[in-house]
């Protein structure tokens, strides 16, 4: 008999804190409605606080998609860095996978390094010039010896919106290092 009494005290002490608790909920959800219905200012502010911050945080975890650049007017308006993201998302949707941008101070004239649709470790150097300043040939020897220090084997790719000399285009042909010029990206991107 005994345990048959602990058995029930211990289930109405189970069912005694179930009803304590609602009766402290209901007690604080009503002191709440009051306190709102007697202070419809500052509720109506706090209200507009959490969502403001609701919004704030949505917005940061939703992706913005992204207007992709069609004209050399698009590309030339961009930061440098934001030229660099431009091609490596353009070239990501050409096939080529894990683009990241890796351009800034220290980059070692490789902005931009993935892997082709070959599966060929691929660096691209990207330079957003006005139409009139030419790349040349130091420009892509750097780029070549860069790239070449990071895989032997590597596609070295060099995109800029303005042009080459005559020299930066021999020395990129012999190579191996393909460019893109101004007029060419723009193709490239509308396609």
Same mark, same amino acid.
């Given at each position: 008999?005994?345990s048959r009494?602990?058995? *029930? !005290?211990s289930?109405?002490?189970?069912?005694?804190? !179930?009803?304590?608790?609602l009766v @402290? @909920?209901?007690?604080?959800?009503l002191?709440?409605?009051?306190?709102?219905v007697? /202070?419809?200012?500052?509720?109506?502010?706090?209200?507009?606080? @959490?969502?403001?911050?609701?919004? =704030?945080w949505?917005?940061?975890?939703?992706?913005v998609?992204?207007?992709?650049?069609?004209?050399?007017e698009g590309?030339?308006? #961009?930061? $440098? *860095? &934001?030229?660099?993201?431009e091609?490596?998302?353009l070239? +990501?949707?050409?096939?080529?996978t &894990?683009m990241?941008? *890796?351009?800034?101070?220290g980059?070692? +004239? =490789?902005d931009?390094?993935?892997?082709?649709p070959?599966?060929? $470790?691929?660096?691209?150097?990207?330079?957003?010039y006005?139409?009139?300043?030419?790349?040349?040939? $130091?420009?892509?020897?750097?780029l070549y010896?860069?790239?070449? #220090?990071?895989?032997? /084997?590597?596609?070295?790719?060099?995109?800029?919106? !303005? &042009?080459y000399?005559a020299?930066a285009?021999?020395i990129?042909?012999?190579?191996? =290092?393909?460019?893109?010029?101004g007029?060419?990206l =723009?193709?490239l991107?509308?396609?």
């Amino acid at each position: 008999m005994g345990s048959r009494r602990r058995r *029930s !005290s211990s289930g109405s002490a189970a069912a005694g804190c !179930s009803t304590g608790a609602l009766v @402290v @909920v209901l007690g604080a959800g009503l002191l709440a409605w009051d306190w709102i219905v007697k /202070n419809p200012v500052p509720t109506a502010i706090a209200i507009a606080v @959490v969502a403001i911050l609701a919004i =704030v945080w949505l917005k940061g975890r939703t992706p913005v998609p992204q207007v992709r650049v069609a004209t050399l007017e698009g590309f030339l308006a #961009l930061t $440098p *860095s &934001g030229f660099e993201h431009e091609t490596a998302a353009l070239f +990501s949707t050409l096939g080529f996978t &894990g683009m990241t941008v *890796s351009g800034g101070a220290g980059d070692l +004239s =490789v902005d931009v390094f993935g892997t082709d649709p070959s599966g060929r $470790p691929t660096f691209i150097q990207c330079k957003r010039y006005a139409p009139d300043r030419r790349i040349g040939s $130091p420009e892509i020897q750097q780029l070549y010896g860069m790239a070449k #220090l990071r895989a032997e /084997n590597a596609r070295i790719i060099f995109v800029t919106t !303005s &042009g080459y000399t005559a020299a930066a285009l021999d020395i990129a042909r012999r190579a191996g =290092v393909e460019t893109l010029d101004g007029a060419e990206l =723009v193709d490239l991107a509308r396609r």
